[in-house]
């Protein structure tokens, strides 16, 4: 995902506050509403709520595109061509539909409604992510990015499918434990730094979501609306909710999905570009060399469309 994503470089730093143990007891800071942006990922229509202007991070996790509703009719294309990722997870998560996922490991996956796809980058991977190629269907889901930590940016790239997830019932909703751990159950999913995603299936009235204090979170709603502490988020919309709470009340009157990701403020400086998430612009242009030029860094993918090639970033275009 985000494979035509081809903005101008884009610098994203963690936010600059501590949580201490004072800030525990400080006033409840507003929830902020944020704006997403209509793009195109091939001819898929995607609503990207992270990065903003406004919000560029919530805990790690440094790109939010819910996918579709759209038909998956033969005739209109959805595939993303094999492109490379460096320094990131992938979070595939559909709520209709289905994809097939193929990459430079040698993994082919199709993933379903209530199943999850993990592809971490590390130092390089390349995937591409199919329409199966018969008729199924709306394809309705989200595509969720983590920065990677120092630790484990460089590493291995892996891939992983969890076809089960554990749910925790609450009232007047059911969330389904994606990533990290809540309500005293975890994701088997890998987790290189502190950071959560659930999906909340809201039946209608209020919901007392338990929240870490130590983490910021952002609720994306995917359908229907969801009151937020007395902000009402939409469809393309992102909540933004400060650290230092330990509950908040979401209110749906007819029934709401949406997700709920946060994490530990990121406090490592991230530098992002097209499918790249790294550091410097030095390491996004030594990748972007690599893929260019068909390095081993890159392997290959087996997939029946053509890979995904664009143009240098900007500051490494010559200057006459
Ligand atoms: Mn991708």
């Not at 997870?89 to 993990?118: A, C, K, M, Y």
């Not at 590493?155 to 389904?176: I, K």
């Not at 242009?285 to 081993?296: F, H, K, P, R």
Request: hydrophobic share 45%.
């Amino acid at each position: 995902m985000g494979a035509d994503d081809n903005d101008e470089g884009r610098a994203a730093s963690g936010p600059g506050h501590e949580v201490g143990e004072a800030s525990l007891h400080a006033p409840v800071l507003p929830v902020s509403l944020v704006e997403g942006r209509s793009a195109l990922v091939g001819e898929l229509v995607v609503r990207r709520t992270l990065p903003t202007r406004g919000r560029r991070m919530v805990g790690a996790w440094c790109f939010a595109d819910h996918m579709g509703p759209q038909s998956l009719d033969p005739g209109r294309s959805i595939d993303i061509a094999p492109h490379p990722h460096i320094g990131l997870q992938t979070v595939t998560w559909l709520f209709s539909g289905e994809f097939l996922h193929r990459d430079s490991l040698g993994s082919e996956q199709l993933i379903r409604p209530g199943q999850l796809n993990l592809m971490t980058a590390g130092h390089g991977v390349a995937h591409a992510e199919e329409s199966p190629g018969r008729s199924s269907g709306v394809l309705h889901g989200v595509q969720l990015w983590v920065a990677q930590p120092n630790a484990t940016r460089e590493g291995e790239s892996r891939f992983e499918h969890v076809a089960e997830l554990p749910r925790v019932d609450l009232a007047n909703a059911v969330a389904t434990v994606v990533v990290g751990d809540f309500g005293g159950v975890r994701s088997p999913a890998r987790r290189d730094t502190e950071h959560v995603a659930l999906e909340l299936d809201l039946h209608g009235g209020a919901t007392d979501v338990s929240l870490r204090a130590n983490h910021e979170y952002a609720l994306i709603v995917v359908a229907g609306e969801v009151l937020v502490d007395g902000v009402i988020a939409a469809s393309g919309q992102l909540a933004f909710i400060e650290a230092g709470r330990d509950e908040i009340r979401l209110s749906a009157r007819d029934g709401a999905r949406a997700m709920l990701i946060g994490g530990v403020p990121f406090d490592e400086r991230v530098f992002m570009w097209w499918n790249f998430v790294a550091r410097t612009k030095e390491e996004i242009a030594d990748a972007w060399l690599a893929w260019a030029s068909g390095a081993e860094r890159f392997a290959a993918v087996a997939s029946r469309f053509a890979r995904i090639d664009v143009a240098p970033p900007p500051w490494v275009l010559p200057t006459k």
